[in-house]
């Protein structure tokens, strides 16, 4: 069975622009939450849906949003992109609003320029 | 705040020892702690997790001790290999906002042969 898979693996973004980043949990999994891990430190958590509504949301700015899918896919989205905003981009899926089977995909790098 | 942190952000042994790595948190309100190892490249992968009403759990080759009175929390790896060499992160739920974790900065084990 496939893991969580994040596309693209790479990005590179000039500042001011935006950006979509996918995950697609594993299979079976309805709950998809994003971390943002920037370099030399450990993943900060973004947000979490779970049945396709948001359940959960970490300090980060408006600019941040994201969306779950019917399927249980879901888009990370980041307007206005600032160069702090370089990082991996780890998204985590799980069985259910509890965490079980609690997943990480291999994230996508994002650089921004 | 609410935060997980690492005593040490490097660990070096040779291959063979046994090796201690160490984590203070400080929101009393957890109750479930994971450890993750995290190579290159990828995302992060679930090593053991406890909840806190124990004190320790053992898996292959690791244990995780849990002490709540100093709220101190540490990965013991037994004979360790150089594949073992990789970041190595606690992370807790307090239980707020979903399956939100808190991850401390990690700690690198490097190991020699």
């Known amino acids: 069975d496939a893991g969580v898979t994040q596309s693209p693996t790479h990005l590179i973004k000039t500042r001011g622009q935006h950006v979509t980043l996918r995950c697609s949990p594993i299979?079976?999994?309805?709950?998809v939450s994003w971390y943002q891990q920037v370099l030399g430190q450990g993943p900060q958590f973004i947000f979490q849906?779970?049945?396709?509504?948001?359940?959960g949301r970490g300090n980060f700015p408006d600019r941040f949003s994201a969306r779950q899918f019917p399927n249980y896919s879901s888009e990370l989205n980041v307007n206005a992109l600032l160069l702090g905003d370089s990082a991996l981009y780890l998204c985590?899926?799980?069985?259910?609003?509890?965490?079980?089977?609690?997943?990480f995909g291999s994230g996508t790098r994002l650089t921004v320029v | 705040g609410e935060s997980v942190g690492l005593h040490l952000p490097t660990l070096s042994v040779q291959e063979g020892d046994n090796s201690i790595i160490n984590c203070a948190y400080s929101n009393s309100a957890s109750d479930y702690f994971i450890w993750y190892k995290q190579e290159s490249g990828k995302g992060p992968q679930f090593i053991i997790d406890i909840r806190s009403n124990m004190d320790k759990r053992q898996g292959q080759r690791v244990t995780v001790l849990l002490n709540k009175t100093v709220k101190h929390l540490s990965l013991q790896i037994a004979a360790t290999q150089p594949g073992d060499s990789a970041v190595y992160f606690c992370a807790e739920n307090s239980g707020q906002a979903g399956t939100a974790l808190i991850f401390g900065k990690g700690t690198t084990l490097s190991v020699s042969s």
């Open positions: 985590a899926s799980s069985l259910n609003r509890a965490g079980d089977g609690y997943t």
């Open positions: 299979s079976g999994h309805k709950s």
């Open positions: 849906y779970y049945e396709k509504e948001e359940r």
